[in-house]
């Protein structure tokens, strides 16, 4: 198959051994503290932003109740965020996880961030698919529309994101040349941007000189402005918590750019906008702002927290690795173009690709809210949920899950190849549901899910095509090597 074809659209059938129900399981009640009014809330904000970290918090709290499902307060809160919950139960094995995307018992209604929800005029005044819950009409309208537009997209993803990452290894090339290293973050978003606005808006932006230029910086102060309150920022305290914990930023500091944006995308992706509003029976503003959040917070948002942790990957692995990496893509691809087709054959390829992504997931907190009374299973308790609670689960404790991934801790190349590999992806959640399933309109999994893992396996295997080594960190490029 040419360059052109799509990737699998089908599941992967469990292989592993069905976890016991939760009528199996003895049935505790949910531990864990709330607090005082307002000032347990407050605490638990100082100490998952500032003095422990997340990371920290969640440990300490999971050693303490002894269990990976307990009763906490999730930020943001207090003092100004007044109409927000920050009351959630916790969820960190990689079982309770699970539950997360069964839509049978929980739903998505305006849950993205938690509780938090940003203004909808950062969407102009619509609530976008991802705040839609799988039971509103209108979710699978937009879901449909948005798997339509990524298949009508395939036979120009790869050429555009092949050309747009040479542009980008070239500007790398130079500067390391220059200055025996590159930061590589700005060229990065730059590519992602045009490459990224041609497959999912069909808009070039050269066609608009001022976003062409200035569009990944439009969606990086997007992005900012609508995820600060969220975000753990461990420098400058406590000026962090003082301003950019405290409150939500209104909507007025981007609405110029996302004017702008706006425009763009009316003009420049006509066809796909028309393909919205016929096809689909969706608005014109309807489709313009699910375009624009499609393209902004899930496609160039995602990538551009995906793909340098896992340059960061590569480059800090050893020689072997490194070795075995570009030995299976010279003996699979040699010089051939790359298409999706062929970096399906990269094993070690792809294997590497899930690692990063359990490992360093670009979505860390996911949540859902229950939809009904259920009882919550771990490997080993049931806990009763009550309807309307709200769920928070982290999914870097999921992934490291002992009970499913030998040496959870561990970076191990290979873990998904051979006859491990459909054990595994059963529980690889990185997408918003599990590597083994499909993104449909009656689940809440990325629309973009197999796109994204092709996509990042091209990265490597063009890498790999360009060097024969290379040394780099989340955000800079150290060394390379070019290919003999």
Same mark, same amino acid.
């Given at each position: 198959?040419?360059?052109?074809?799509?990737?699998?659209?089908?599941?992967?059938?469990?292989?592993?051994?069905?976890?016991?129900?939760?009528?199996?399981?003895?049935?505790?009640?949910?531990?864990?503290?709330?607090?005082?009014?307002?000032?347990?809330?407050?605490?638990?904000?100082?100490?998952?932003?500032?003095?422990?970290?997340?990371?920290?918090?969640?440990?300490?709290?999971?050693?303490?109740?002894?269990?990976?499902?307990?009763?906490?307060?999730?930020?943001?809160?207090?003092?100004?965020?007044?109409?927000?919950?920050?009351?959630?139960?916790?969820?960190?094995?990689?079982?309770?996880?699970?539950?997360?995307?069964?839509?049978?018992?929980?739903?998505?209604?305006?849950?993205?961030?938690?509780?938090?929800?940003?203004?909808?005029?950062?969407?102009?005044?619509?609530?976008?698919?991802?705040?839609?819950?799988?039971?509103?009409?209108?979710?699978?309208?937009?879901?449909?529309?948005?798997?339509?537009?990524?298949?009508?997209?395939?036979?120009?993803?790869?050429?555009?994101?092949?050309?747009?990452?040479?542009?980008?290894?070239?500007?790398?090339?130079?500067?390391?040349?220059?200055?025996?290293?590159?930061?590589?973050?700005?060229?990065?978003?730059?590519?992602?941007?045009?490459?990224?606005?041609?497959?999912?808006?069909?808009?070039?932006?050269?066609?608009?000189?001022?976003?062409?230029?200035?569009?990944?910086?439009? @969606?990086? #102060?997007? %992005?900012? /402005?609508?995820?600060?309150?969220?975000?753990?920022?461990?420098? &400058?305290? *406590?000026? $962090?918590?003082?301003?950019?914990?405290?409150?939500?930023?209104?909507?007025?500091?981007?609405?110029?750019?996302?004017?702008?944006?706006?425009?763009?995308?009316?003009?420049?992706?006509?066809?796909?906008?028309?393909?919205?509003?016929?096809?689909?029976?969706?608005?014109?503003?309807?489709?313009?702002?699910?375009?624009?959040?499609?393209?902004?917070?899930?496609?160039?948002?995602?990538?551009?927290?995906?793909?340098?942790?896992?340059?960061?990957?590569?480059?800090?692995?050893?020689?072997?690795?490194?070795?075995?990496?570009?030995?299976?893509?010279?003996?699979?691809?040699?010089?051939?173009?790359?298409?999706?087709? @062929?970096? #399906?054959? %990269?094993? /070690?390829?792809?294997?590497?690709?899930?690692?990063?992504?359990? &490992?360093? *997931?670009? $979505?860390?907190?996911?949540?859902?809210?229950?939809?009904?009374?259920?009882?919550?299973?771990?490997?080993?308790?049931?806990?009763?949920?009550?309807?309307?609670?709200?769920?928070?689960?982290?999914?870097?404790?999921?992934?490291?899950?002992?009970?499913?991934?030998?040496?959870?801790?561990?970076?191990?190349?290979?873990?998904?190849?051979?006859?491990?590999?459909?054990?595994?992806?059963?529980?690889?959640?990185?997408?918003?549901?599990?590597?083994?399933?499909?993104?449909?309109?009656?689940?809440?999994?990325?629309?973009?899910?197999?796109?994204?893992?092709?996509?990042?396996?091209?990265?490597?295997?063009?890498?790999?095509?360009?060097?024969?080594?290379?040394?780099?960190?989340?955000?800079?490029?150290?060394?390379?090597?070019?290919?003999?």
């Amino acid at each position: 198959m040419s360059s052109s074809s799509s990737p699998s659209q089908t599941s992967t059938t469990p292989t592993t051994k069905p976890p016991p129900s939760s009528t199996s399981l003895p049935v505790r009640a949910i531990p864990g503290t709330y607090g005082l009014p307002l000032i347990g809330a407050l605490s638990d904000r100082f100490k998952y932003y500032w003095f422990q970290g997340p990371e920290t918090f969640l440990k300490k709290k999971m050693e303490s109740y002894k269990t990976t499902v307990f009763r906490t307060n999730i930020p943001p809160s207090f003092p100004f965020f007044l109409n927000v919950n920050p009351k959630m139960i916790a969820v960190l094995d990689c079982k309770a996880f699970s539950t997360l995307f069964d839509m049978d018992v929980v739903e998505k209604k305006n849950v993205l961030i938690g509780d938090f929800m940003p203004s909808t005029s950062f969407t102009g005044n619509i609530r976008v698919g991802v705040y839609l819950d799988t039971t509103e009409p209108q979710h699978a309208q937009v879901k449909s529309f948005c798997l339509d537009i990524l298949k009508r997209s395939s036979n120009v993803w790869t050429s555009e994101f092949l050309s747009n990452m040479n542009d980008m290894w070239g500007k790398i090339e130079k500067d390391v040349a220059v200055n025996g290293s590159a930061s590589y973050l700005v060229p990065l978003q730059q590519s992602l941007f045009k490459f990224l606005a041609k497959c999912i808006v069909g808009a070039d932006p050269s066609t608009s000189p001022e976003v062409a230029e200035n569009g990944h910086i439009m @969606l990086d #102060k997007w %992005l900012a /402005l609508q995820l600060i309150p969220t975000q753990s920022i461990p420098v &400058l305290q *406590p000026l $962090v918590e003082i301003f950019l914990h405290s409150f939500a930023y209104p909507f007025a500091l981007v609405s110029g750019d996302y004017g702008k944006l706006y425009e763009f995308v009316k003009k420049q992706g006509h066809e796909t906008v028309q393909l919205g509003i016929t096809e689909y029976g969706l608005s014109q503003d309807e489709v313009i702002h699910n375009l624009i959040f499609v393209l902004g917070f899930n496609a160039f948002g995602g990538f551009s927290v995906f793909l340098p942790s896992l340059i960061d990957s590569l480059g800090s692995s050893n020689n072997e690795i490194q070795e075995k990496l570009r030995k299976e893509v010279r003996q699979v691809v040699g010089s051939s173009p790359l298409s999706f087709e @062929l970096v #399906k054959k %990269l094993d /070690l390829v792809q294997s590497f690709v899930y690692e990063t992504l359990r &490992l360093k *997931p670009p $979505v860390r907190a996911q949540f859902a809210r229950a939809r009904k009374d259920f009882v919550l299973s771990t490997h080993d308790s049931g806990f009763e949920v009550k309807k309307g609670e709200l769920l928070f689960g982290y999914q870097p404790f999921a992934m490291r899950d002992p009970k499913v991934f030998d040496e959870p801790e561990t970076f191990i190349p290979d873990r998904f190849t051979g006859d491990k590999k459909k054990e595994l992806l059963n529980y690889l959640y990185w997408s918003n549901g599990p590597q083994s399933d499909s993104p449909t309109i009656s689940n809440k999994q990325c629309a973009a899910k197999d796109y994204v893992v092709l996509t990042a396996c091209m990265l490597v295997a063009d890498i790999f095509q360009r060097y024969d080594s290379i040394k780099a960190t989340s955000s800079a490029i150290t060394a390379i090597e070019k290919a003999k």
